[in-house]
Every structure is written in C-alpha cells, then in structure tokens.
C-alpha cells in the first residue's frame, strides 16, 4: 500500500480526495501519510457549482454538520433541475433528484404518470418543496423535521466549499506551493519539484489541478475529445446579485438559448452563471449581448473559456490518478463533476489495493463519465428550430440516441435498460432519464397505458399510491419553511 499519497491541487475536488483517501487509510490500517500540495497564489474564478446527493452522504459520513456548511459557505438546498425553453420556447420542465421507488418499491409510478397524462414528478416530494421555494425542514414545537427521507443536493461556491473542506480536514500535510516539474522512476512519479526548491517524494499522486492536468500530462496521458458529440464548446462565466428579499429557488435553472444554454445557481447572495455556446455559431460578442437580451440588463463576464469536453483515455496512469477537472470535463448541464469525483474516489479507495485495481478503475471511470456525456446529449433532442444551433443539433442526433428514444417510444424505459454501476454506486438510472424524457415529450403515453392495461390490479395499486403520495408531499411541502427565510435562520 502506498505509504505517502500526494495531492496535487485543492479545491473541491483536492480536498474531498484528501479527506475521504485519509478516512479509507484509517480504517484499512493503511498507514499513509496524506498531504495536498495547494498555492495561495492561485485563485479560483467561484462562479457556482451544483452538487448531487452524494455530497450530502459525504457530509453525513463524516459527522460534519450540514448547517454550519450552510451558513459559513454561502451554500443553498438543490432539489433538482429546472429546464427552460429546451424543449420549445416558453415551454419548463423540472428534473427532482428524489427516487420515489425508495419508498414505494415494485409501484410502477412513472408508468402510471404517463399513462394518465400526468407529470412525472408529481409523485416526487422534491418537485413540491422545489415548487413552493421550501427549505428541507419544518419546524413543530421548535424541532427541526425533516420533510422526508430523501437526501438533497446544494449549490455552492467551489472556493467557498473547499476552503471549509480544507478546514474540516484533519491529519492532512497542507503545503503551500506549486509544482514546476517531476521525477520518474521505474514505477512512474518518484517526486514532485516545487516552486520554492523543495522536493515531495511521494509513492502514489492525485492530479487535482483542473484544466492545466500538469500532473497527469506529464505522464502521457491521452485525451478523448468529446467536442464532436456535444455541441457547446464556450462557457462564458459571470455573476449576478440577488434582490432585496428575492425568494431563492432550490434548484439549478438551466435555460437554454438560440446558440446554447444559460446556467443559473444561487447561493445565498448572488446567482452563479454563465452561457455555455457554440463558437460555431456566434462569437463571445455577440454571446454576451443575447445574455444581456435575455437577462434585460448589462453583465460583467469573469471570463470567456474554450471547452475542451472530453475524458482521459485512462484517469489512472502509473501511480498517478487524475480526479475533478484533470480528469474530465463535460458541460455543467446535470451536476456531473463533484458527482463523479465522489464516486471516482469511493472507487480509488476499494481498488488501491487490488492487483486489478487501475484496470477496474480505469474502465469504470470511462463509463461514468461516458454515460454522463450520453445523459447529457438526450436533452439536447427537442422541437427547437428556431436558430441555426438548434437546427445543426438536430441533424446530427448520434445512433444510440435515436435507437434509444426508438425503443422508448414502445415501452417505458426499465430497469434493464441501465447497467448497474461498479461496487453498488450511485450512477444514472431511471429516476434521472424520465423527467428529462417526460419533459422533452418522449414517452409515450399509448405504449404506458398499454403497459398498465396488461395488470389492473398493479394500475389501481399504482392509482392509489401515486395519489396517496402526492396529496401527502403536498401537505409535507406546505408545512416547511420558506427557503431563504431557514437559510438565513442559521446564522442567527
């Protein structure tokens, strides 16, 4: 086992790997000395980034409180994804992140949704706390309860988030620094060479350094472009403030454009956001002005970035992993980046020490973030024509999206339709395909009736339950504070 892991960069990513490697290291008697080599000098652009719930199941495993994150990050609650004007103009759809089957297993909900015209996420609490603006939590004789049992997202500010990380870390070795070069040995990295002249000798390496990879690069890694699959290629970043007593809705906005799509994440005292576009078909200029059209006023773009969208051929090269950004980017249309970073190093942990461990790591890795880019493209099928964008994206729909939304037109996606993920973790399945294929009109209501006709016995069942849930998130959602109100309500 290695018996010195180096990190190289912080951030969220960097100090996530940091204390989950250091927790694993514990546990298994590993004996490993974890250090993260991160520069002051480099700072980060904090533009807003939106997690899944593993985040939360990471805060919970390591006993650290969910509302100081909260009040000293700035952080929000996220239920979902609010999609605006993807599948025509004037036309939203939500995305809840909750798993009705965790509480009413066997019940073929969504079926029974569609086949009676209704929207899927009616049977989700989520959708109702996201549609009320509700915090996660009512208050009965001065306890906090929980609205249900599902564990919920947030948004937050990356440099905010990995500073309180860095915080929360304990037995970790901070160097305040950065990397000018390496030494290699038989066995891949031997050392690091730093700015200051110091030299970090180390047996394992984790590239944690976002788009510069300065690590991983070193070590010959190949990169697999994606630029031909997705059809965004520019991410214009900037901020806007919230108003004076402005509501914050708990859920990420994504709303797409003429030449690509705005993100919008609030944290508690402005909105993160940016215009991720095709240079294809507009330049930066004109990108900003359609921003300034939709949004009505001026904005102060903090950048303008060439995506480079895309995977490693293999994120685990000799003794070095490249995690977050090194390792993959893909545009931020479904949270997939701290996701995949949580996941990937769940996986690093359980493999280390496997003989077979980089090649498990290595396709497992593929996978998810291949799945992910899939994921990503299905939304991009929808009734737009409106712009030349639209129209190119359109035309150039890949075969397995077609074959895909082919066979579900026959049937309800299923079970079997997604292989399950390595080691039991959390990856894409149903619950997050069918509000994105129900939103977009892609389910079909004839082939769902059909499927509930087959069974009424099953149809009456999933009648009453659906209508059982819905009435009581309803009541659930009614009774819990508004969003803001709570947040500020942990800094008192």
């Known amino acids: 086992m290695p018996k010195s892991i180096v990190i190289v960069g912080g951030g969220t990513a960097g100090w996530l790997a940091a204390m989950m490697l250091s927790d694993v290291a514990k546990r298994k008697g590993w004996g490993s000395k974890v250090s993260v080599i991160e520069s002051s000098k480099i700072g980060t652009i904090g533009v807003g980034e939106g997690s899944t719930a593993v985040f939360r199941q990471m805060l919970k495993h390591f006993e650290l409180s969910e509302e100081e994150f909260l009040r000293e990050t700035g952080a929000t609650i996220k239920y979902g994804i609010r999609h605006r004007d993807w599948r025509r103009v004037g036309h939203s759809y939500d995305g809840p992140i909750d798993d009705p089957a965790l509480v009413s297993p066997g019940v073929p909900l969504d079926t029974y949704a569609v086949a009676a015209g209704r929207p899927v996420g009616e049977a989700h609490l989520f959708q109702?706390?996201?549609?009320?603006?509700?915090?996660?939590?009512?208050?009965?004789?001065?306890?906090?309860?929980?609205?249900?049992?599902?564990?919920?997202?947030?948004?937050?500010?990356?440099?905010?988030?990995?500073?309180?990380?860095?915080?929360?870390?304990?037995?970790?070795?901070?160097?305040?620094?950065?990397?000018?070069?390496?030494?290699?040995?038989?066995?891949?990295?031997?050392?690091?060479?730093?700015?200051?002249?110091?030299?970090?000798?180390?047996?394992?390496?984790?590239?944690?350094?976002?788009?510069?990879?300065?690590?991983?690069?070193?070590?010959?890694?190949?990169?697999?472009?994606?630029?031909?699959?997705?059809?965004?290629?520019?991410?214009?970043?900037?901020?806007?403030?919230?108003?004076?007593?402005?509501?914050?809705?708990?859920c990420t906005t994504a709303w797409a454009q003429k030449n690509g799509w705005i993100w919008q994440i609030p944290t508690q005292d402005r909105y993160g956001m940016g215009y991720v576009y095709s240079d294809a078909h507009t330049t930066p200029e004109e990108a900003k002005r359609e921003v300034e059209a939709a949004l009505g006023h001026e904005i102060s773009p903090r950048n303008d970035i060439k995506i480079q969208s895309g995977r490693q051929k293999e994120a685990w090269v000799g003794n070095c992993v490249a995690l977050g950004l090194s390792s993959s980017f893909l545009e931020p249309l479904e949270a997939t980046s701290?996701?995949?970073?949580?996941?990937?190093?769940?996986?690093?942990?359980?493999?280390?020490?496997?003989?077979?461990?980089?090649?498990?790591?290595?396709?497992?890795?593929?996978?998810?973030?291949?799945?992910?880019?899939?994921?990503?493209?299905?939304?991009?099928?929808?009734?737009?024509?409106?712009?030349?964008?639209?129209?190119?994206?359109?035309?150039?729909?890949?075969?397995?999206?077609?074959?895909?939304?082919?066979?579900?037109?026959?049937?309800?996606?299923?079970?079997?339709?997604?292989?399950?993920?390595?080691?039991?973790?959390?990856?894409?399945?149903?619950?997050?395909?069918?509000?994105?294929?129900?939103?977009?009109?892609?389910?079909?209501?004839?082939?769902?009736?059909?499927?509930?006709?087959?069974?009424?016995?099953?149809?009456?069942?999933?009648?009453?339950?659906?209508?059982?849930?819905?009435?009581?998130?309803?009541?659930?959602?009614?009774?819990?504070?508004?969003?803001?109100?709570?947040?500020?309500?942990?800094?008192?």
């Open 128 to 250: 109702h706390l996201l549609s009320r603006n509700r915090a996660p939590v009512a208050v009965k004789d001065g306890r906090s309860i929980p609205a249900g049992p599902f564990h919920h997202a947030f948004h937050f500010d990356q440099s905010l988030a990995g500073a309180w990380l860095r915080k929360k870390a304990k037995g970790i070795n901070l160097i305040d620094d950065q990397v000018k070069g390496i030494e290699t040995g038989e066995g891949g990295i031997s050392a690091l060479l730093l700015d200051s002249g110091a030299r970090v000798e180390g047996d394992f390496f984790l590239d944690c350094t976002g788009f510069r990879r300065e690590i991983i690069s070193k070590m010959g890694a190949e990169w697999i472009s994606y630029n031909g699959m997705l059809p965004v290629n520019r991410a214009m970043p900037f901020w806007v403030d919230l108003k004076v007593g402005e509501e914050i809705a708990p």
């Open 338 to 492: 701290i996701h995949g970073t949580i996941v990937q190093v769940m996986m690093l942990a359980e493999w280390l020490d496997d003989p077979a461990g980089r090649a498990r790591y290595n396709a497992a890795v593929a996978r998810q973030v291949d799945d992910f880019r899939d994921f990503i493209r299905f939304h991009y099928v929808t009734e737009r024509r409106d712009s030349a964008f639209w129209r190119d994206v359109s035309a150039s729909h890949p075969e397995f999206v077609k074959d895909r939304l082919a066979l579900w037109q026959t049937r309800m996606p299923e079970a079997g339709d997604f292989e399950p993920f390595p080691l039991g973790l959390p990856h894409l399945q149903g619950q997050l395909y069918v509000p994105v294929l129900n939103g977009l009109g892609h389910l079909s209501q004839a082939a769902a009736r059909q499927a509930m006709a087959k069974v009424p016995a099953l149809r009456e069942k999933a009648r009453a339950v659906h209508g059982g849930l819905v009435a009581e998130y309803a009541r659930a959602a009614a009774q819990c504070l508004p969003h803001r109100a709570w947040l500020q309500s942990l800094a008192e």
